[in-house]
């Protein structure tokens, strides 16, 4: 099965890496983590570095195409008429398309996802429905070839279930126990529906100061008018 | 906070970006992966490629080091008595010293480890006995400033623990919100300890087909003597 990932910088790293740790584990899986141009990749961390061996001129064909989601890189991506005619080209050879976070604001950018269930990442869930896809809170939303999933973490669920409609519930359960997720969290703080407001109101300041770093793309977000405009 | 995560070829990418996404929420946390050459560092799936920044003959103090595991390439750095002494020097610098799936056995080759329990992935922790600490089945063991996880994914779950430890409730909390970490696996096939017979012997299968690739470590785990030899 050919697996890609896209890749970009500015990427959530957790988005791309909980999945991959999941579907490497599918007989004769090939996954390729394909960028822009080859060459290196800096999460949105700035700190974690991806080196790219394919690009998305030589990438033609998928099985599974799986877009990460970014703290903010996204809403770039959606500027750039290229990957986006990209996303829709692959997406017209695959089985599944699939993303994790803010992945799926970016693949609804392409038009796919248009009268569609999505989820995404809990903050900014609601750019969805500027793309025409609507907004649903839940972990993992599948619609028809289509599978979303919320934030980040979510990837690793999303992956599972995957692999289950793929290869059948044994090959689930042996991924889930090759790597242990046997999840067992401190606090159970993880869903923005029954987290503490102090919580997400300290969520949201420590996002916001993130992606301000990157101060054109933040106003961008606020203005979708425009990046409608650009995006398609 | 100075982190440092030791990175190397054969690595298990899941068990350094776990911690990772969970610890950069850390304020005022810096980052460094750090291998043993500046370069591409190559996952044990061999379609991941890391790009490296820093080196170990470079990074002489941490406030906080993080190993993580692998297939079997834990093997190789074992033997290695300039990785084992970078180790040794680094931890003398810690508040927190912290593995993940076999990055405790790596560890434990340093000889830190010596009579203090600690977990690591369920299917090799009884190496753990080889170098005198006690393997203990567990996802998350804490020694003094000594923490390990159990297998890959366990390693988000001991960050949360260590973000609490560090920084209190509220940031663990914070952290959790942000990757959205409310997990909700399909199955309950994650824990050796309840996971079915078949499925059990199906995944250890499937990861000796893949340790298997590198034989000459895979012969080495056979005759730990050596190992051992070598290892200190």
Same sequence: chains 1, 2.
């Avoid at 822009?36 to 099985?63: F, P, R």
């Avoid at 038009?111 to 269930?117: M, S, V």
């Avoid at 692999?163 to 997720?181: D, P």
């Avoid at 109101?201 to 420590?206: I, M, N, S, T, V």
Wanted: charged share 25%; proline share 3%; with cysteine.
């Amino acid at each position: 099965m050919n697996i890609v990932i896209y890749i970009y910088n500015g990427m959530t790293m957790l988005d791309a890496i909980g999945p991959y740790e999941v579907l490497r584990n599918l007989p004769n899986a090939n996954i390729r983590l394909v960028a822009k141009k080859k060459g290196e990749i800096t999460a949105d961390s700035g700190v974690v570095h991806l080196h790219a061996k394919h690009q998305i001129d030589e990438v033609h064909q998928a099985d599974l195409l799986l877009i990460p989601g970014s703290m903010i890189a996204f809403v770039r991506e959606m500027k750039d008429r290229k990957v986006l005619e990209w996303i829709k080209s692959i997406d017209a050879t695959t089985q599944k398309t699939v993303t994790v976070c803010t992945g799926s604001i970016l693949l609804a950018a392409t038009g796919l996802l248009k009268d569609k269930k999505a989820t995404s990442h809990w903050k900014p869930i609601h750019l969805l429905s500027e793309f025409g896809a609507i907004p649903t809170r839940e972990r993992i939303v599948e619609q028809g070839k289509f599978i979303t999933a919320a934030g980040v973490s979510a990837g690793i669920d999303m992956a599972l279930y995957l692999l289950r409609e793929i290869e059948g519930e044994a090959a689930a359960k042996v991924a889930q126990l090759a790597i242990e997720y046997d999840p067992n969290p401190i606090y159970a703080s993880g869903n923005y529906t029954t987290a503490a407001p102090e919580i997400i109101g300290a969520a949201e300041r420590l996002m916001a100061a993130e992606a301000k770093k990157e101060l054109s793309l933040w106003d961008m977000i606020k203005n979708l008018r425009t990046l409608k405009k650009l995006g398609r």
